[in-house]
């Protein structure tokens, strides 16, 4: 019995262990720096093999000859016009000869089309005098191609023989997070191994890293373990497999190149010392990684900085009730909000300075953790103090920058004459010569503005109150601030004031109330009949 418990102990351990291991590799393989630039994902990638005619295969163009190897189930298109014209449309057979009607058989094993080409020409040149010869590419024979390695699903793929490495992998969401496409390996029939990069082939359309394929080729997609980075000013900052041999302009190359704000004096190149934890600098100039070839390492990290007043836009824009409205140009640090709606040529008889406003887009947009919560929260079980925050931070106008109009212009109050900053926005409304009144009034709408007039006399100006207003319960929505005032606490109106009237809350309705008691009274009957069960059972 004690044998069987501890092989029950040994048991239960190893599952432990086991399971404790495959965290770890899943640990392992999170933790892991992988590749992050856009091309990994193929499912946009167009087929460039799907049939355009009924009897042709589609290619991306003319199919180069020199490039293009012939095989079995190729068919060639053969003319010989002399007296009269003979036409031949001829496969290549499994043995790879092209057998020619009272010609002979032609080997075109292991040739290029041009190669083919050229020896079809030569045996009927022998054959035939005085004639005009045209040889051409008819058809393109299927071929079979596995594809292995790191990828999603492991297969064999028939495909037309004008495909090229990047058809193995476009639209079938093969690639996974892991696979390295900089390293692609093709392995020929014959043992020869070729590497290619499919990446320069995306950026810069270099089509020996997308090269044919040829039947019984196996595409090798191996796992990216080692990794290399550009980052900054390059127009594809990103993580980027590790290529044997690549230098620095080749990464910045196949990164697009340097912006146009990039600074090209210090070029950074972080590299890991030999024992693999300390990290050290080499600065270069943009002219020098362009004329020496410096060989990148693995992990090496290539940080292109900005520079920040290179074609720093300095520039403000003004709309409105404002003479001349546009964009207009300032001197940073200096420019004045007064000299700008000086140069725009001053505000209009109708604009509304106490509703002007600048807004900057270059504001404090940090998160507030607080309000994110008390946004989740139901009304019903906020605090006043929550209800209350919540209300001012959705009333807060991002990038507002709190400037008095009217005590500037009218007053000349230079202390709010504030110093603009690049991409400011000035707002000059059109002045609100009405106040608004909404809620439970019989008229509700826009009443033109009196300085002598009360909230009660705009409220009788409306035909009073609503049979469902509530009468002591009347708030007033400033314009400029959007903050809710009870209307007691208000001296004086402005325009473009709300005044809101509340609803006083329905009673129930009589179908509510009729259920309702129908509800009590049956449970009273219940009460009463179980009462008087009771009592004629104790008799």
């Given amino acids: 019995m004690q044998h069987l418990n501890n092989l029950g102990y040994?048991?239960?351990?190893?599952?432990?262990?086991?399971?404790?291991?495959?965290?770890?590799?899943?640990?392992?393989?999170?933790?892991?720096?992988?590749?992050?630039y856009p091309e990994r994902s193929f499912s946009s990638i167009k087929d460039t093999s799907a049939n355009i005619f009924q009897k042709m295969e589609a290619s991306e163009g003319v199919i180069n000859p020199d490039e293009y190897k012939v095989g079995p189930g190729d068919k060639i298109f053969i003319s010989i016009s002399g007296v009269e014209e003979r036409i031949f449309n001829l496969l290549i057979n499994h043995e790879g000869y092209l057998y020619i009607p009272r010609v002979g058989a032609v080997d075109l094993r292991n040739k290029s089309l041009a190669e083919a080409k050229k020896s079809i020409f030569e045996i009927l040149e022998k054959n035939f005098r005085n004639v005009d010869i045209y040889i051409a590419l008819a058809d393109v024979r299927k071929i079979k191609v596995s594809l292995i390695g790191d990828v999603s699903t492991q297969s064999s793929l028939i495909l037309s023989s004008n495909s090229r490495l990047q058809d193995v992998l476009k639209g079938r969401s093969l690639i996974t997070s892991t696979s390295d496409i900089r390293n692609i390996k093709i392995i020929s029939k014959d043992g020869t191994t070729g590497t290619y990069d499919l990446v320069s082939f995306f950026r810069m359309g270099d089509l020996k890293q997308n090269p044919y394929l040829k039947d019984g080729d196996i595409v090798l997609i191996e796992k990216a373990d080692k990794i290399i980075s550009i980052l900054g000013q390059v127009r594809y900052p990103a993580t980027y497999e590790f290529k044997e041999g690549e230098t620095v302009k080749e990464l910045i190359d196949l990164a697009g190149g340097l912006m146009y704000k990039a600074r090209?004096?210090?070029?950074?190149?972080?590299?890991?010392?030999?024992?693999?934890?300390?990290?050290?600098?080499?600065y270069y100039s943009y002219d020098y990684i362009q004329n020496n070839s410096i060989e990148l390492k693995y992990s090496d990290l290539i940080v292109v900085r900005e520079l920040s007043t290179y074609y720093d836009e300095q520039w403000v824009t003004i709309e409105g009730e404002i003479k001349y409205p546009g964009v207009y140009r300032i001197t940073k640090n200096k420019t004045t909000l007064t000299e700008i709606i000086?140069?725009?040529?001053?505000?209009?008889?109708?604009?509304?300075?106490?509703?002007?406003?600048?807004?900057?887009?270059?504001?404090?947009?940090?998160?507030?953790?607080?309000?994110?919560?008390?946004?989740l929260i139901p009304r019903s079980d906020m605090t006043d103090?929550?209800?209350?925050?919540?209300?001012?931070?959705?009333?807060?106008?991002?990038?507002?920058?709190?400037?008095?109009?009217?005590?500037l212009f009218l007053e000349k109050q230079l202390s709010e004459d504030v110093i603009l900053k690049r991409?400011?926005?000035?707002?000059i409304p059109k002045r609100k010569n009405y106040i608004t009144i909404i809620g439970q009034v019989v008229n509700p709408g826009s009443l033109i503005f009196n300085k002598n007039f009360s909230v009660q006399d705009y409220i009788q100006l409306a035909g009073g109150f609503s049979w469902r207003a509530l009468e002591n319960d009347v708030r007033v929505i400033k314009s400029n601030t959007g903050e809710w005032v009870e209307d007691d606490d208000i001296d004086t109106l402005e325009p473009g004031d709300t005044i809101w009237v509340l609803e006083d809350p329905p009673g129930p309705k009589f179908w509510e109330i009729f259920t309702t008691t129908l509800s009590v009274l049956g449970q009273v009957a219940a009460v009463i009949a179980a009462t008087v069960a009771v009592i004629v059972a104790t008799r």
Avoid: H, M, W
């Fill in 385 to 407: 103090d929550e209800y209350d925050y919540l209300k001012a931070k959705s009333r807060q106008r991002v990038g507002k920058v709190v400037v008095d109009f009217q005590s």
């Fill in 342 to 375: 000086n140069e725009a040529g001053g505000v209009l008889d109708d604009a509304s300075l106490i509703d002007a406003t600048l807004y900057r887009s270059i504001a404090d947009t940090s998160y507030d953790p607080e309000f994110e919560r008390i946004k």
């Fill in 10 to 36: 040994k048991l239960i351990s190893k599952k432990i262990l086991s399971v404790v291991f495959s965290l770890l590799l899943l640990t392992n393989l999170y933790s892991q720096i992988l590749p992050t």
């Fill in 264 to 282: 090209k004096d210090t070029i950074e190149l972080i590299r890991f010392e030999n024992d693999g934890v300390n990290q050290y600098s080499n």
């Fill in 423 to 427: 991409f400011d926005k000035i707002v």
